[in-house]
């Protein structure tokens, strides 16, 4: 499984885009990119899945050069709930291959 | 949506007891579900492998005698920490996988465990 490296912590204030970069240099030709979203206390929810160029949807919007070796996650205006740890993940696009979690990025959202 | 459900969402226990964590596919089955530890301001640490009607695949430091794991049906795995201790205290989440040729995983809201 790709190893994922992302920055340990940010900080943002409300209204303002977020990004945040995950580097996967050893990412696999069948690999697709995911983010997840988990607040304190809760399990991890799927913000949105890439594989390559750009995908957005109704949270966020996801930015995938050519060379895959980075993805980045774009939070729109963020608000205080969206104070949360981010985490980027790659792996195979089979049912049932698990998840191995890097260390995420802990977004705090300021007043 | 599809909903990964786990009963109980907290539990606290004395130490020597066992306690048992359920985790259900609500609208959709699961031949594979995970299982998960997280402790306080860490990362998910994938524990094992729940296979219906087959033996759970453990990772490498996690004990099967002590992290008993049951995947009964296509909606239901159970993990049981056995003779518990305070440093299994813990927050476990189980995940499920959504459909064939996805990649994305459905989580349980999480089960937190206190051993006093």
């Known amino acids: 499984l790709a190893k994922t490296t992302q920055p340990i912590s940010m900080d943002s204030y409300e209204g303002q885009e977020v990004n945040i970069t995950c580097s996967h240099n050893?990412?696999?030709?069948?690999?697709?990119i995911t983010w997840y979203q988990q607040f304190p206390s809760q399990g991890p929810r799927f913000i949105i899945q890439g594989y390559k160029t750009k995908v957005t949807n109704e949270v966020a919007s996801l930015f995938i050069p050519a060379d895959r070796k980075s993805s980045t996650l774009s939070l729109p205006r963020v608000s205080l709930s969206d104070t949360a740890v981010y985490y980027c993940l790659v792996g195979g696009q089979r049912a049932g291959n698990m998840l191995t979690f890097g260390g995420g990025t802990r977004l705090m959202v300021k007043p | 949506g599809a909903v990964v459900s786990q009963h109980p969402s907290w539990v606290i226990c004395k130490s020597g007891t066992s306690v048992k964590i359920e985790c259900r596919s609500l609208?959709?089955?699961?031949?594979?579900m995970f299982w998960y530890r997280q402790f306080p301001k860490q990362s998910l640490m994938l524990m094992a492998t729940s296979n219906e009607g087959s033996k759970a695949t453990y990772e490498q430091g996690v004990e099967k005698d002590k992290f008993l794991i049951n995947h009964a049906s296509l909606t239901l795995s159970t993990l049981t920490v056995t003779s518990a201790h305070p440093e299994d205290s813990s927050f476990y989440i189980c995940?499920?996988?959504?459909?064939?040729?996805?990649?994305?995983?459905?989580f349980g809201p999480g089960t937190r465990l206190t051993v006093l």
């Open positions: 050893n990412i696999a030709t069948n690999d697709y």
């Open positions: 609208d959709f089955q699961a031949t594979t």
């Open positions: 995940s499920a996988p959504r459909a064939v040729g996805k990649d994305t995983q459905y």
